[in-house]
């Protein structure tokens, strides 16, 4: 049988408390047995050493008398002995007829079964030897010991009943009430997966463990929906740039069918188609080459960098189409410490970066490079004077086959920015576009927290 | 030349063989590995075209098994995987090139040639020579005419690599992957202004033009055809 959490817990519980309740009767049972034993063996003591103390002031008649005395005053309920007997062991008062078998000498404490209640109560008795050498034995019975006994009993069994009840009962409904958010956030989330996607867990501002629980597993909801989102927003995108190449090209194919082109058009026309599936085949390239990059995966490729040298080896790389603009790259680059990274894609996030700031600065002006390491780490500028990129687009512009309305025009597919972010994020980068008045200026952080390989190994934040 | 075609799409395979004769070449053509490796043991091929995927023996399989005979024939693989650790696992499997697919035909042929002569010219010469143009490797000088012409470094890798293929097809891609130390999506084409600005110091008149660019292939430097 599975039993629910909080019938566990209260089980668990009310077990806990009977057993400490148990123990703690025991205890008493135990601490009033040895009081309620001492306090008769204490009581046998002292009914002797009257005796004793009769005997020597008035003889033996006085004894006699004493125990007559006693004997007559036992009441109902109690049991108790007294033999006085002569050297030559004849009985000279007292209700025991024979001398108990016992080994116990004189003076310890010892036990007759009670003739009243035998079985049920023991009689406490204590002997001494006279000086005439006849003995004289006393003893009570400890039937206030069992009274107590059942009395601790009756008392125990109904105080432990109650408790149980008391414990399970209560402990049920205040572990089920302490539990309730764990249904709250069951139900959340199986509306979440049922499509609700903006079903959140409901946050009491107690502040407890559970209200902490629900809000980070409500963040992670909101990432969820965001990634799903994105996700869709780009296969929409992607579906959408995909299919007009390809519905162009399906028009033209079925167009050639009913009219097919004559053979001096025939050399241009599958150029130009030729082109258009090559375009096709480019985006989809560059998708999944950004789609690998997010996985992030290649991380396992990471190793010292000198970005610097990969800097000049970009600008080397890019110089002629900046020159066939006229235009003129300015490089600063510090000499800095190695990054941990990815050589090849450090490459093509710098190409893409320089690529853009060459494509949209204008004729004549200046691109500036600049490369550096800061207080939070190593910090990459790429500043052109182009027409720049509206405040509003910025944080879309990394957005796959986003673009601008403006460079439509320009060849491009829109996925440059795209794959630098991924690269960035790769190395846990940060990257910024800020105005440089006019223009765009690009910021690659590094941040040194995280690319620490010089201290000979790896932040753990790097492995995942 | 002598090649064997390992591909089991049929209108792939067509296609590449068609187009492999009209260049002139004799081709076999095996669907799987296993037919494959029985031919390419069998026949003494100049260079083997291998399809990664292929049915009964995958590609890598069968080139292992063909190094392990002490065959050095030199392959081309063709892969859809086009990530640049799966092109070292196929060099490192005993590929000689790793062409991803989709590919021009003329790419093809391009990297065909140019590792059937890495085979035969494995000697690398000091001193490269077409026409009247000279590189030397040792100095780093490039002459043309008994001129010097000064290079940037990158001009004169590209310069380099084009005389030691000289007479051959070099593709924009080869350059790419040769030149420049890195691998990367070169974004727009800027291969062909970096040999335009070769070209306007090597080829500046009135020098008869070196480099020539064929059109939807790439580049190729030879000496001037006797009718130019």
């Known amino acids: ?464 | 030349m002598h090649l064997l075609v390992v591909e089991d799409d049929a209108d792939i395979a067509g296609f590449l063989c068609k187009a492999l004769r009209e260049a002139s070449h004799v081709v076999d053509h095996a669907t799987d590995g296993r037919d494959g490796l029985f031919l390419a043991t069998g026949e003494a091929y100049d260079a083997i075209v291998l399809d990664r995927l292929l049915p009964k023996m995958d590609g890598l399989s069968m080139l292992a098994a063909l190094r392990a005979t002490g065959s050095r024939v030199p392959v081309l693989i063709l892969s859809a995987l086009g990530h640049v650790d799966e092109r070292i696992r196929g060099l490192r499997a005993g590929g000689d090139d790793y062409l991803v697919k989709p590919y021009a035909i003329s790419e093809l042929l391009a990297r065909l040639e140019a590792i059937t002569r890495r085979g035969l010219m494995p000697v690398v010469e000091n001193r490269l020579r077409v026409a009247d143009l000279e590189l030397d490797r040792m100095a780093h000088v490039v002459k043309r005419g008994g001129e010097v012409i000064a290079l940037k470094p990158q001009e004169y890798r590209v310069l380099e690599f084009l005389m030691r293929h000289a007479g051959h097809v070099v593709t924009r891609t080869m350059l790419l992957e040769n030149v420049w130390d890195y691998h990367f999506d070169p974004q727009t084409n800027v291969i062909d202004v970096h040999l335009s600005r070769l070209r306007a110091k090597v080829d500046k008149a009135p020098w008869v033009p070196l480099i020539y660019t064929l059109r939807g292939a790439g580049y190729c430097l030879r000496e001037p055809q006797a009718s130019a």
């Open chain 1, 1 to 464: 049988m599975k039993l629910t959490t909080s019938a566990r817990l209260a089980l668990v519980n009310s077990g806990l408390v009977a057993a400490s309740f148990a123990g703690l009767l025991l205890l008493v049972t135990w601490l009033a047995d040895r009081f309620m034993v001492n306090h008769v063996q204490e009581s046998v003591q002292a009914e002797l050493n009257i005796m004793l103390a009769e005997l020597r002031g008035d003889g033996q008649r006085g004894a006699v008398a004493l125990i007559e005395q006693r004997m007559q005053a036992i009441t109902p309920n109690h049991d108790r002995v007294y033999r006085f007997e002569s050297s030559s062991g004849q009985l000279l008062a007292g209700n025991l007829d024979r001398w108990p078998q016992t080994t116990a000498g004189p003076g310890g404490p010892f036990k007759i079964p009670s003739r009243k209640y035998p079985g049920e109560t023991e009689v406490i008795s204590q002997w001494t030897r006279l000086s005439d050498g006849g003995r004289l034995l006393v003893g009570f019975d400890d039937i206030e010991l069992a009274q107590v006994r059942s009395d601790i009993r009756d008392a125990a069994l109904w105080g432990l009943g109650a408790t149980l009840l008391l414990s399970l009962g209560v402990g049920f409904s205040l572990i089920r009430a302490a539990l309730k958010p764990v249904e709250a956030i069951r139900a959340a989330a199986l509306r979440f997966m049922e499509g609700e996607r903006d079903t959140r867990i409901p946050v009491q501002p107690s502040g407890d463990e559970f209200d902490r629980l629900s809000e980070t597993l409500n963040s992670m909801l909101d990432r969820i929906d965001s990634l799903i989102a994105s996700v869709k927003g780009a296969t929409d995108t992607v579906a959408h740039d995909l299919r007009s190449p390809l519905t162009r090209l399906r028009v033209r194919l079925e167009a050639a069918l009913r009219d097919p082109p004559t053979s001096q058009e025939l050399q241009p026309w599958i150029e130009k188609n030729l082109a258009e599936v090559d375009q096709v085949l480019a985006t989809f390239q560059a998708l999944l080459r950004i789609s690998s990059v997010e996985s992030s995966l290649l991380r396992q490729e990471f190793a010292p960098c000198d970005v610097g040298q990969l800097v000049r080896d970009a600008v080397d790389y890019i110089e002629p189409l900046a020159e066939e603009k006229g235009q003129r790259l300015e490089v600063t680059s510090a000499d800095v410490p190695m990054v941990l990274g990815h050589k090849h894609l450090l490459f093509q996030l710098l190409i893409n970066l320089l690529d853009n700031a060459v494509k949209y600065a204008p004729s004549e002006s200046m691109v500036c490079i600049r490369f550096s390491m800061t207080s939070v780490g190593w910090q990459l500028e790429v500043a052109d004077s182009g027409a720049g990129i509206p405040t509003e687009h910025r944080s879309r512009v990394f957005e796959r086959l986003y673009r601008l309305d403006a460079s439509r025009q320009t060849p491009g597919l829109g996925l440059g920015l795209s794959l630098v972010k991924a690269i960035a994020d790769m190395h846990r980068a940060s990257i910024v576009i800020l105005d440089n008045k006019p223009g765009t200026r690009v910021v690659v952080t590094i941040p040194k927290r995280f690319n620490e390989f010089d201290r000979g190994e790896l932040s753990s934040a790097w492995i995942q």
